[in-house]
T-cell receptor, first 111, second 118 residues
Framework: DQQVKQNSPSLSVQEGRISILNCDYTNSMFDYFLWYKKYPAEGPTFLIS?????DKNEDGRFTVFLNKSAKHLSLHIVPSQPGDSAVYFC??????????FGQGTELSVKP | ETGVTQSPTHLIKTRGQQVTLRCSSQSGHNTVSWYQQALGQGPQFIFQ???????GRGNFPPRFSGLQFPNYSSELNVNALELDDSALYLC?????????????????FGAGSRLTVL
């Protein structure tokens, strides 16, 4: 039962352009959604979050959009930089406080 | 401020053996969670510890057990290892205020312990 899905295993973008990473979920009771970034040989690091009562949250080059009716969220990175190349995980928090992660999307930003 | 540290970073075990993984939480964090990340998958929740007691568990069998110590550090123990237990084991810490999460209650992860079961 995959409650959080990232259907694109990989994404390649040119430096300076926009990266859009997508995530779908099935449980309408999730109260927070988070994005984590993971470099090889490191643990996931927190990037940005959004409450289920919001539809947008912005932090510098990173913006997360939440569409509750579609049970869909997306992370926009603009402009993309080569240092953004990493695996990005979408995570949803249930009422018990447990984080449920998607499978991850590997972003490659080409110079 | 120190982050989350885990040990060992890599280890190899054989089927049927037991393993103990260790985690020191970030300074000021009183809650520890453990996640298993299989190759090509996202992290999966194993369990969480708060005030030295298990405070939530994912879909893992009882041979996965844990401890939290008074200094908030933690251990993950896995008995009777199986080949499918080969994975990256991630520890994460977070603060609870009077047992309550505040806001997104972001987890801070360690770099993980990579376990290979042969």
């Amino acid at each position: 039962d995959q409650q959080v899905k990232q259907n694109s295993p990989s994404l390649s973008v040119q430096e300076g352009r926009i990266s859009i990473l997508n995530c779908d979920y099935t449980n309408s009771m999730f109260d927070y959604f988070l994005w984590y970034k993971k470099y090889p040989a490191e643990g996931p690091t927190f990037l940005i979050s959004i409450s289920s009562i919001k539809d947008k949250n912005e932090d510098g080059r990173f913006t997360v959009f939440l569409n509750k009716s579609a049970k869909h969220l997306s992370l926009h990175i603009v402009p993309s930089q080569p240092g953004d190349s990493a695996v990005y995980f979408c995570a949803a928090r249930n009422q018990g406080g447990k984080l449920i992660f998607g499978q991850g999307t590997e972003l490659s930003v080409k110079p | 401020e120190t982050g989350v540290t885990q040990s060992p970073t890599h280890l190899i075990k054989t089927r049927g053996q037991q393993v103990t993984l260790r985690c020191s939480s970030q300074s000021g964090h009183n809650t520890v969670s453990w996640y298993q990340q299989a190759l090509g998958q996202g992290p999966q929740f194993i369990f969480q510890y708060y005030r030295e007691e298990e405070n939530g568990r994912g879909n893992f069998p009882p041979r996965f057990s844990g401890l939290q110590f008074p200094n908030y550090s933690s251990e993950l123990n896995v008995n009777a290892l199986e080949l499918d237990d080969s994975a990256l084991y991630l520890c994460a810490s977070s603060p609870l205020i009077n047992g309550q999460r505040r806001g997104a209650n972001v987890l801070t992860f360690g770099a993980g312990s990579r376990l290979t079961v042969l």
